[in-house]
């Protein structure tokens, strides 16, 4: 842990505190605005859908700019956005809340970087643990998100447009807090080292695994999570018990990151990666079982920490996928598949949860964590074969 460490978790605490209310909020915004209630996680949808638009631009102003400038752009852009997405909760325009929610997709897919980011400011035999630290800065994001989107929800005229006000004072607190860290410079192709082209990348066993279980794990994850305040609401549990639900959900998240790096560089990552798909299978268990608080609670917590056990073991997995010169356009093909993916499960969630309901939205989740067992077993068995496990 270095002083550079502590200020990049800090900023990926501001990040979460973002996400997490957007999460809390978006979905509610949605319903009491689209002209149906099948679009109500639109905005959700539009900023996960813009993170997979903007990933590869970010990729290209990263390997332009720097690591620091790059991320200074992306807080920018996540002031205006969210300050745009509070005058247009107070005017009560839908398509403009999505339209902001689309843009500030570039701050989502920006920021996203920071776990990857963390890698570059330790010695290389850290990087597990670096990755783990970053992301249990989303502890702040777990307490802060939801009880901000409480405090503020009724600020101004319009329920909610305050929440989207006082993100813009939190990426503003993030804007300072990343320019008082030194990234080192980024590797660029060269003609010593040009990198090999991106299609050779993504056909490699272990970035494909990787991916597979980020995508996946992320994908099933929010799709759970963006259909929990609009499931609790239409099961008359009062948003104080979303808000709850929503913070030991993102708790789950991000409280094992103290110590999933440490299992990881013990264990390896495959076998973590393992037990997080075991975490999902019992929270949809959880779920189907009945639809009272506790019953969210415990579901959407174990969900959290399946994620954080697929998240940080698909990560730290591909950074063995690319050399140096490669990373930027590496990790911009997993985020990009990972926010797509996000896009198809925050729609889904919204047209699903409001037309079939929680249960059957639980049963859908069952597919994905399958194929993601499926793609462990497979790697488990062709490592063995080839050279030992990671």
């Known amino acids: 842990m270095n002083r550079a460490l502590l200020l990049l978790a800090l900023c990926q605490g501001f990040f979460l505190t973002n996400n997490v209310a957007f999460i809390a909020i978006n979905g509610l915004v949605g319903l009491a605005l689209a002209p149906s209630a099948w679009l109500a996680t639109l905005p959700v949808t539009a900023y996960v859908a813009g993170s997979a638009l903007f990933a590869g631009l970010v990729a290209r102003h990263q390997r332009a700019w720097g690591r620091r400038r790059a991320f200074q752009v992306g ?5 205006a956005t969210t ?22 997709g570039y701050y989502n897919a920006n920021a996203g970087l920071y776990r990857f980011a963390a890698t570059e400011i330790v ?12 992301l249990a800065g989303g502890i702040l994001g777990a307490v802060a998100g939801p009880n901000l989107a409480r405090v503020t929800r009724n600020l101004l005229a319009t329920e909610f447009a305050g929440a989207y006000a006082a993100l813009a ?12 860290i030194r990234f080192p ?8 080292a040009p990198g090999r082209p991106l299609s050779e990348i993504v056909r490699q066993p272990v970035f494909i695994v990787a991916v597979v279980a980020c995508a996946f794990g992320y994908g099933v994850m929010n799709l759970l999570m963006a259909a ?33 790096g440490s299992l990881i560089k013990r264990f390896g990552a495959l076998p973590i990666m393992a037990v997080g798909v075991v975490l999902n299978a019992v929270c949809i268990a959880v779920a189907l079982t009945g639809i009272e608080v506790a019953h969210f609670l415990v579901a959407l917590l174990t969900l959290g920490v399946g994620w954080n056990f697929l998240f940080i073991g698909g990560t730290a997995l591909v950074t063995t996928a690319y050399r140096p010169e490669e990373k930027t356009r590496a990790q911009a093909a997993m985020d990009t598949t990972i926010f797509t993916t996000m896009s198809v ?42 050279k030992p496990a990671i």
């Open 75 to 79: 807080l920018l852009v996540a002031i």
């Open 83 to 104: 300050t745009f997405c509070a005058w247009a909760a107070v005017h009560r325009h839908f398509w403009l809340v999505v339209l902001g929610t689309t843009l500030a």
């Open 123 to 134: 010695r290389p035999e850290f990087k597990e643990r670096a990755i783990s630290w970053v």
């Open 169 to 180: 004072v939190v990426a503003l607190c993030a804007l300072a807090t990343i320019s008082w």
């Open 185 to 192: 410079p980024l590797p660029l192709p060269s003609a010593a």
């Open 228 to 260: 929990t305040p609009i499931a609790m609401a239409m099961c008359s549990h009062p948003f104080a018990s979303t808000a709850l639900v929503l913070e030991w959900h993102v708790l789950g998240m991000f409280v094992p990151s103290f110590f999933t």
């Open 345 to 386: 499960t925050s729609f889904s969630s919204g047209a699903l949860v409001t037309t079939q309901g929680w249960t059957w939205i639980n049963f859908g989740s069952i597919v994905p964590v399958a194929l993601i067992a499926a793609a462990l077993l497979w790697f488990a068995a062709r490592r063995r074969v080839l």
